[in-house]
């Protein structure tokens, strides 16, 4: 098998399996189909002797939680790049191939989505050995799904001739179709599902977007040049991709070049694209139930019930998804759970939150979790993560009151510098500079009460920060 560079994408956000996901914490994140989250299956399936370190893509507000991701499975990262705004796949794999092909201008990319399940590894690598010998020979090569169902909520590849080991032209992609037209692609034979996955050489890609698209082509290689490295993490130039415009590969590529080919496959393929796909993608009971967390069914059938804090309790149901979060519970008919956007659209237009984050929010020192709140206090669980601290900060329009719940605290206070330990406390007055840290070899959990006539977390003046925020 050839050598292939992983390029993972983690851009996207699933607003369809909202309450789960969220902008912050989208849905690659989450452990959606099995005991680790999406984006580390998708690492898994790229580790082994054939694989280079993997190059992930994503934005600046996920990058600590993806350097994470990837630390947590064990793995260590060729790069991982920072995108200042999303630009769809194309500008992203043009940055990918650009930074590929600085060292390597023959060497076979393997883009990746990091939000599908992929349940038969066996044959996924059978697939990818198969388009990189493809992508060898300069064909751009897309892997197609043979589909099971006429589902409306997935574009088409129609296969055309065969080219030898397993590998097809590209005859023709479709947008996702209505009901009869998905009824006539799957009746038809020679139609794929198509994954968004994608092998080609570096070369050959940067030639066929010179020729298609060669102004995207010289922001994204602007934007490398302009670029600069930030910790773990290189932030391409801000303006000249802000300047790319929003495309697809499919629309900017695969559509117009005569190289396009396709790769079809079985191997337990879903982009979990909607609450209904996840129910077909996860294990069931006996009556057609995927269930997880604190729940009690009575007379329910095939139906999706998952809770991620209190019990659900549900009583003579069929073909629903009812899902709750500590701060949110969703209901929906299976049939209409790509809808679900429709709702995370009038939470964005009524300015209220939770789009964006759950009530535990995620650090690079580890989280917080808003337990109460009223009028004039906030009341909140912190967890510091051994070694790790926040910045040196003030706040103007809040104090701060905080007990050590479990492991040892070292904090700064103006000029003093103290250990608390477990059942001790400290206030922080309004407008003092304070820091915390964990200075024990356990994570470090403690309650904090904010008390003050403004809360929110943009009421912080960092003066020191190990994360360069």
């Not at 260590?76 to 191939?97: D, F, K, Q, S, Y």
């Not at 038969?120 to 799904?145: C, M």
């Not at 069929?318 to 790509?338: F, G, H, I, N, W």
């Amino acid at each position: 098998m050839d050598t292939i560079y992983p390029v993972l994408l983690s851009g996207g956000v699933g607003s369809r399996l909202w309450p789960l996901s969220r902008s912050l914490f989208p849905k690659q994140l989450l452990d959606l189909a099995g005991p680790v989250s999406l984006i580390q299956e998708t690492l898994g399936r790229v580790r082994g002797p054939e694989f280079q370190p993997p190059l992930l893509i994503c934005n600046t507000e996920h990058r600590f939680l993806v350097a994470e991701q990837v630390r947590a499975a064990g793995m260590a990262a060729r790069a991982i790049l920072l995108e200042p705004v999303g630009r769809n796949t194309a500008p992203a794999a043009a940055l990918a191939a650009v930074t590929i092909a600085q060292a390597d201008p023959r060497g076979i990319l393997l883009l990746l989505p990091t939000d599908h399940v992929v349940r038969d590894r066996a044959a996924f690598l059978g697939a990818v050995q198969s388009a990189a010998q493809a992508a060898r020979s300069g064909k751009l090569v897309t892997f197609g799904i043979k589909p099971t169902s006429p589902d409306t909520g997935y574009g088409y590849i129609r296969r055309g001739e065969s080219l030898g080991n397993g590998v097809f032209s590209a005859a023709a992609f479709v947008e996702k179709p209505d009901a009869a037209k998905a009824a006539s692609y799957l009746a038809a034979g020679d139609y794929y599902w198509n994954s968004g996955m994608f092998a080609f050489q570096a070369q050959s890609f940067l030639d066929e977007l010179q020729a298609l698209e060669p102004k995207l082509l010289e922001k994204c290689r602007q934007a490398l040049a302009e670029g600069k490295q930030d910790l773990d993490f290189f932030r391409v130039g801000d303006a000249p991709f802000q300047g790319c415009k929003s495309i697809s590969m499919d629309y900017a590529v695969m559509e117009h070049t005569a190289n396009a080919a396709m790769v079809p496959v079985e191997m337990g393929w879903s982009d979990v694209g909607s609450w209904d796909a996840l129910w077909h993608a996860s294990e069931r009971d006996k009556t057609g139930n995927a269930i997880k967390g604190d729940v009690l069914v009575e007379n329910v059938r095939n139906s999706y019930l998952r809770s991620e804090g209190p019990l659900i309790a549900a009583v003579g149901l069929e073909d629903l998804v009812v899902v709750a979060t500590t701060d949110a519970v969703l209901v929906s008919s299976r049939a209409a759970s790509q809808d679900v956007k429709k709702i995370v659209e009038q939470l964005q237009q009524s300015g209220r939150e939770l789009h964006l984050t759950h009530r535990k929010v995620h650090r690079p020192w580890g989280y917080y979790e808003t337990i109460d709140a009223g009028a004039n206090f906030q009341v909140k669980r912190i967890m510091v993560k051994p070694g790790a601290r926040l910045s040196l900060q003030l706040h103007h329009k809040r104090a701060e009151h905080w007990v050590v719940v479990s492991g040892e605290a070292r904090v700064t206070c103006g000029e003093r510098v103290f250990t608390l330990r477990q059942n001790e406390s400290t206030f922080i007055p309004l407008g003092e500079k304070h820091r915390l840290e964990n200075a024990g070899q356990a994570p470090l959990h403690l309650i904090e009460v904010q008390s003050g006539a403004y809360l929110g977390e943009d009421d912080i003046v960092r003066f020191e920060d190990n994360y360069g925020r």
